[in-house]
Protein backbone atom coordinates (compact mmCIF):
# COMPACT_ATOMS: atom_id res chain seq x y z
CA UNK A 1 0.00 0.00 0.00
CA UNK A 2 1.59 3.56 -0.93
CA UNK A 3 1.27 5.43 2.22
CA UNK A 4 3.49 7.44 3.94
CA UNK A 5 4.47 6.88 7.62
CA UNK A 6 5.53 8.86 11.05
CA UNK A 7 6.61 7.64 13.88
CA UNK A 8 5.88 8.04 16.71
CA UNK A 9 2.38 8.92 16.71
CA UNK A 10 2.29 10.90 19.96
CA UNK A 11 5.37 11.83 21.82
CA UNK A 12 5.15 13.72 25.18
CA UNK A 13 8.74 15.33 26.55
CA UNK A 14 10.44 17.69 28.80
CA UNK A 15 11.75 20.93 27.25
CA UNK A 16 15.32 20.80 26.05
CA UNK A 17 15.32 16.72 25.48
CA UNK A 18 16.08 16.16 21.97
CA UNK A 19 13.76 14.24 19.78
CA UNK A 20 13.63 13.02 16.05
CA UNK A 21 9.74 11.75 14.53
CA UNK A 22 10.85 9.95 11.72
CA UNK A 23 9.00 9.78 8.04
CA UNK A 24 9.47 7.24 5.04
CA UNK A 25 7.45 7.34 2.24
CA UNK A 26 7.18 4.01 0.00
CA UNK A 27 6.09 5.44 -3.67
CA UNK A 28 9.56 6.85 -4.55
CA UNK A 29 8.70 10.56 -4.63
CA UNK A 30 10.57 12.94 -4.95
CA UNK A 31 9.23 15.92 -3.03
CA UNK A 32 9.34 15.69 0.83
CA UNK A 33 7.95 18.00 3.64
CA UNK A 34 6.58 18.97 7.22
CA UNK A 35 3.87 20.50 8.62
CA UNK A 36 2.18 22.13 11.58
CA UNK A 37 -0.68 22.04 12.06
CA UNK A 38 -2.32 24.29 15.20
CA UNK A 39 -5.72 25.43 15.61
CA UNK A 40 -7.08 28.47 13.74
CA UNK A 41 -3.65 28.76 11.13
CA UNK A 42 -4.37 25.21 9.25
CA UNK A 43 -1.39 24.02 8.17
CA UNK A 44 2.05 25.73 7.83
CA UNK A 45 5.04 24.32 6.35
CA UNK A 46 8.32 24.10 8.39
CA UNK A 47 10.81 22.44 5.92
CA UNK A 48 10.60 20.96 2.48
CA UNK A 49 12.86 18.91 0.65
CA UNK A 50 13.19 18.10 -3.45
CA UNK A 51 15.43 15.34 -3.25
CA UNK A 52 18.35 13.62 -1.69
CA UNK A 53 20.26 16.56 -0.11
CA UNK A 54 18.18 19.02 -1.07
CA UNK A 55 16.13 20.49 1.53
CA UNK A 56 14.61 24.10 2.25
CA UNK A 57 12.87 25.94 5.02
CA UNK A 58 9.42 26.71 4.71
CA UNK A 59 7.30 29.04 6.85
CA UNK A 60 8.07 28.71 10.12
CA UNK A 61 11.91 26.73 10.38
CA UNK A 62 12.91 28.03 13.91
CA UNK A 63 13.71 25.30 16.21
CA UNK A 64 13.93 22.56 13.53
CA UNK A 65 16.57 20.59 11.38
CA UNK A 66 15.66 18.08 9.17
CA UNK A 67 17.95 15.68 6.51
CA UNK A 68 17.44 13.81 3.69
CA UNK A 69 19.97 11.08 3.31
CA UNK A 70 17.67 8.79 1.52
CA UNK A 71 15.06 9.40 -0.53
CA UNK A 72 12.31 7.56 1.24
CA UNK A 73 13.26 8.87 4.50
CA UNK A 74 12.76 12.36 5.97
CA UNK A 75 13.55 13.02 9.55
CA UNK A 76 12.36 16.01 11.79
CA UNK A 77 14.77 16.92 14.35
CA UNK A 78 13.76 19.25 17.46
CA UNK A 79 17.45 19.80 19.47
CA UNK A 80 16.05 21.88 21.70
CA UNK A 81 12.32 21.52 22.09
CA UNK A 82 10.58 24.52 23.56
CA UNK A 83 6.25 24.54 24.66
CA UNK A 84 5.55 26.78 21.71
CA UNK A 85 6.60 23.53 19.79
CA UNK A 86 3.56 22.23 20.86
CA UNK A 87 1.35 21.01 17.77
CA UNK A 88 0.64 18.21 15.10
CA UNK A 89 2.72 17.40 12.62
CA UNK A 90 2.73 16.24 9.54
CA UNK A 91 4.49 14.60 7.27
CA UNK A 92 4.06 14.13 3.49
CA UNK A 93 5.90 13.44 0.10
CA UNK A 94 4.06 14.13 -3.60
CA UNK A 95 5.78 13.06 -6.73
CA UNK A 96 7.68 15.36 -9.20
CA UNK A 97 5.18 16.49 -11.38
CA UNK A 98 3.86 19.82 -11.55
CA UNK A 99 0.15 19.55 -10.72
CA UNK A 100 0.31 16.63 -7.88
CA UNK A 101 -1.07 17.14 -4.55
CA UNK A 102 0.48 15.47 -1.18
CA UNK A 103 0.30 12.77 0.35
CA UNK A 104 0.50 12.95 4.27
CA UNK A 105 1.17 10.62 6.87
CA UNK A 106 -1.06 9.72 10.04
CA UNK A 107 0.34 12.92 11.96
CA UNK A 108 2.83 13.12 15.30
CA UNK A 109 0.96 14.79 17.83
CA UNK A 110 3.79 16.44 20.58
CA UNK A 111 3.38 17.54 23.58
CA UNK A 112 6.51 19.59 24.88
CA UNK A 113 6.17 20.20 28.63
CA UNK B 1 1.32 37.56 0.33
CA UNK B 2 -0.51 34.14 -0.77
CA UNK B 3 -3.33 33.14 0.88
CA UNK B 4 -5.97 30.81 1.40
CA UNK B 5 -9.51 31.83 3.76
CA UNK B 6 -12.31 29.56 4.51
CA UNK B 7 -14.61 32.29 6.04
CA UNK B 8 -16.51 29.95 8.31
CA UNK B 9 -14.97 27.81 11.39
CA UNK B 10 -17.94 25.64 11.42
CA UNK B 11 -20.99 24.41 8.98
CA UNK B 12 -24.22 22.79 10.18
CA UNK B 13 -26.36 20.80 7.96
CA UNK B 14 -28.83 18.58 8.34
CA UNK B 15 -28.28 14.73 7.00
CA UNK B 16 -29.64 14.88 3.76
CA UNK B 17 -29.24 18.59 3.05
CA UNK B 18 -26.84 19.94 0.62
CA UNK B 19 -24.00 21.10 2.09
CA UNK B 20 -21.44 24.11 1.02
CA UNK B 21 -17.98 24.79 2.79
CA UNK B 22 -16.24 27.96 1.30
CA UNK B 23 -13.04 28.57 -0.14
CA UNK B 24 -11.74 31.76 -1.66
CA UNK B 25 -8.21 32.49 -2.61
CA UNK B 26 -5.13 35.08 -3.00
CA UNK B 27 -2.26 34.34 -4.96
CA UNK B 28 -0.86 35.28 -8.16
CA UNK B 29 -1.29 33.67 -11.38
CA UNK B 30 -2.84 30.35 -11.85
CA UNK B 31 -2.78 28.11 -8.89
CA UNK B 32 -3.45 24.28 -8.63
CA UNK B 33 -6.65 24.20 -5.97
CA UNK B 34 -7.28 20.93 -3.10
CA UNK B 35 -9.59 20.03 -0.80
CA UNK B 36 -8.28 17.62 2.05
CA UNK B 37 -10.61 16.26 4.89
CA UNK B 38 -9.23 15.34 8.25
CA UNK B 39 -11.70 12.89 10.33
CA UNK B 40 -10.65 12.40 14.02
CA UNK B 41 -7.03 11.20 14.93
CA UNK B 42 -6.35 10.61 11.66
CA UNK B 43 -4.31 12.23 8.88
CA UNK B 44 -5.50 14.31 5.45
CA UNK B 45 -6.84 12.86 2.80
CA UNK B 46 -7.00 13.89 -0.79
CA UNK B 47 -10.77 14.61 -1.67
CA UNK B 48 -10.17 16.61 -5.13
CA UNK B 49 -7.98 19.09 -7.30
CA UNK B 50 -8.32 21.68 -10.15
CA UNK B 51 -5.88 21.80 -12.45
CA UNK B 52 -7.16 23.46 -15.37
CA UNK B 53 -10.56 22.11 -17.55
CA UNK B 54 -14.10 22.31 -16.38
CA UNK B 55 -14.92 24.36 -13.49
CA UNK B 56 -17.05 21.46 -11.61
CA UNK B 57 -14.50 18.93 -10.76
CA UNK B 58 -15.61 15.79 -8.77
CA UNK B 59 -13.91 14.12 -5.73
CA UNK B 60 -14.61 11.06 -3.45
CA UNK B 61 -17.21 10.31 -1.40
CA UNK B 62 -19.76 12.25 -3.60
CA UNK B 63 -18.10 15.48 -3.09
CA UNK B 64 -17.54 17.99 -6.28
CA UNK B 65 -16.13 21.58 -6.01
CA UNK B 66 -16.43 24.58 -8.42
CA UNK B 67 -14.14 27.12 -9.32
CA UNK B 68 -14.70 30.11 -9.99
CA UNK B 69 -11.33 32.31 -11.39
CA UNK B 70 -13.59 35.77 -11.42
CA UNK B 71 -14.56 35.39 -7.73
CA UNK B 72 -11.11 33.34 -6.56
CA UNK B 73 -13.30 30.78 -4.94
CA UNK B 74 -13.20 27.37 -4.99
CA UNK B 75 -16.39 25.93 -2.94
CA UNK B 76 -16.88 22.59 -1.75
CA UNK B 77 -20.27 20.85 -2.24
CA UNK B 78 -22.09 18.03 -1.77
CA UNK B 79 -25.74 17.46 -2.80
CA UNK B 80 -26.76 14.64 -0.07
CA UNK B 81 -24.72 15.44 3.56
CA UNK B 82 -24.38 12.48 5.37
CA UNK B 83 -23.42 11.81 9.36
CA UNK B 84 -20.05 10.25 8.49
CA UNK B 85 -19.49 13.68 6.09
CA UNK B 86 -18.75 15.09 9.72
CA UNK B 87 -14.93 16.39 10.16
CA UNK B 88 -12.51 18.76 9.43
CA UNK B 89 -12.03 19.95 5.93
CA UNK B 90 -9.32 22.63 4.51
CA UNK B 91 -8.83 23.81 1.30
CA UNK B 92 -5.37 24.74 0.01
CA UNK B 93 -3.56 26.07 -2.97
CA UNK B 94 -0.03 25.22 -4.55
CA UNK B 95 1.86 26.98 -7.42
CA UNK B 96 2.73 27.60 -9.75
CA UNK B 97 3.28 31.35 -7.89
CA UNK B 98 6.07 33.02 -6.52
CA UNK B 99 6.81 30.70 -3.55
CA UNK B 100 4.11 28.46 -4.22
CA UNK B 101 5.83 26.06 -6.30
CA UNK B 102 7.00 23.61 -3.15
CA UNK B 103 3.90 23.74 -0.93
CA UNK B 104 0.55 23.91 0.05
CA UNK B 105 -0.57 27.03 1.50
CA UNK B 106 -3.85 25.89 3.28
CA UNK B 107 -6.45 27.87 5.02
CA UNK B 108 -7.10 27.62 8.36
CA UNK B 109 -10.02 24.66 7.96
CA UNK B 110 -13.94 24.61 8.39
CA UNK B 111 -15.98 21.95 11.01
CA UNK B 112 -18.53 20.41 9.55
CA UNK B 113 -21.07 18.88 11.59
CA UNK B 114 -24.09 16.98 10.32
CA UNK B 115 -26.74 16.42 12.56
CA UNK B 116 -28.75 12.97 11.88
Known amino acids: EAQVTQNPRYLITVTGKKLTVTCSQN?????MSWYRQDPGLGLRQIYY???????DKGDVPEGYKVSRKEKRNFPLILESPSPNQTSLYFC????????????FGSGTRLTVV | AQSVAQPEDQVNVAEGNPLTVKCTYS??????LFWYVQYPNRGLQFLLKYITGDNLVKGSYGFEAEFNKSQTSFHLKKPSALVSDSALYFCAVRGPFSGGYNKLIFGAGTRLAVHP
Open chain 1, 27 to 31: MNHEY
Open chain 1, 92 to 103: ASRDSGAAHGYT
Open chain 2, 27 to 32: VSGNPY
Open chain 1, 49 to 55: SMNVEVT
